[in-house]
């Protein structure tokens, strides 16, 4: 499960020995926003050092997000972080199909030359107005790409709207990119919750994305990792219900035989139930 990508500053050595400790389902190691351009090959150095140890990382997932495809700058992040140590890339400001497409051969070409044992997935970050238009398309520019990533703050920045907490300027934007990640068969990830000291607002923000189809958020700070994550996770009467549905279609969707819906607490359930119900008790089994 993909509940919480916490982001850590590449250029900062005591954020990343602290995120061995933390329990983010991604640890995202950042080049891009939050270093400074001078700090760029530093922050390279630093990251290709913590992911030799990726075993210091536990079980969790070791992201890094790259410099965007228009920064230029992009290519020599590749080159410095690519290997079999880590997880996937995150590319931010995704505009379109071709830019997926560049650094796709990038890598294609990364994984050749350092004979690596694994096709490196990626999460394409949709926070401008063109990447909106195009997401479908991004997110099924190529089979590496997992995940579509909202980004709120650069989505406003490029609309030239000031972020309210009601949401009414990125309610679109935010409500799309999920459908289209499921339409591409691939999952969403929300936007970060700025406000590091509102936990109960961060909540119901997390709630709110979760009823538009994301499979989880991202966060900027430890303390927000466990608030979100209990978001994401299917609460008691879910997993109930969840567990009668299958109990009461085993047969039929298991095996391809008996009647096509049945009827569990006065509710009519089908075979779409059932997979839906499937998937809440699979994701008990990845916490």
């Not at 990119?177 to 068969?185: E, Q, S, T």
Request: glycine share 6%.
């Amino acid at each position: 499960m993909f509940r919480t990508l916490l982001f850590i500053p590449g250029n900062n050595k005591r954020f990343i020995e602290k995120a061995k400790l933390l329990n983010a389902d991604i640890i995202c190691f950042d080049l891009e926003d939050s270093v400074p351009l001078n700090e760029k090959q530093t922050a390279r150095d630093l990251v290709s050092e913590a992911l030799d140890k990726k075993e210091d990382f536990g079980n969790r997932n070791v992201y890094v997000r790259i410099n965007s495809y228009e920064s230029g700058i992009a290519i020599q992040d590749l080159d410095a972080i690519v290997s079999d140590e880590i997880d996937g890339v995150v590319i931010p400001k995704v505009n379109n199909q071709s830019e997926i497409n560049h650094l796709t051969l990038r890598l294609n070409e990364l994984e050749r030359k350092k004979a690596m044992s694994k096709k490196i997935g990626t999460m394409a970050s949709i926070e401008s107005a063109q990447g909106l238009v195009n997401s479908y398309s991004i997110a099924t520019a190529d089979s590496r790409v997992k995940m579509l990533v909202f980004g709120v703050f650069d989505f406003l920045n490029d609309m030239g709207l000031d972020y309210v907490q009601d949401g009414i300027e990125y309610s679109f934007a935010r409500a799309k990119i999920p459908i289209d990640a499921r339409a591409a068969g691939i999952g969403a990830i929300d936007a970060i919750w700025q406000k590091v000291d509102d936990v109960e607002g961060l909540v119901r923000d997390a709630a709110t994305a979760k009823r538009l189809g994301y499979q989880g958020k991202c966060v900027i700070h430890p303390k927000q990792v466990e608030p979100v994550a209990n978001v994401f996770i299917p609460s008691s009467n879910e997993i109930d219900w969840a567990r009668k549905v299958v109990q009461a279609l085993e047969e039929t969707m298991e095996k391809g035989r008996g009647i096509g819906a049945v009827t569990v607490d006065g509710r009519m359930v089908d075979a779409a139930h059932y997979r839906q119900a499937k998937s809440v008790l699979d994701s008990l089994n990845t916490k």
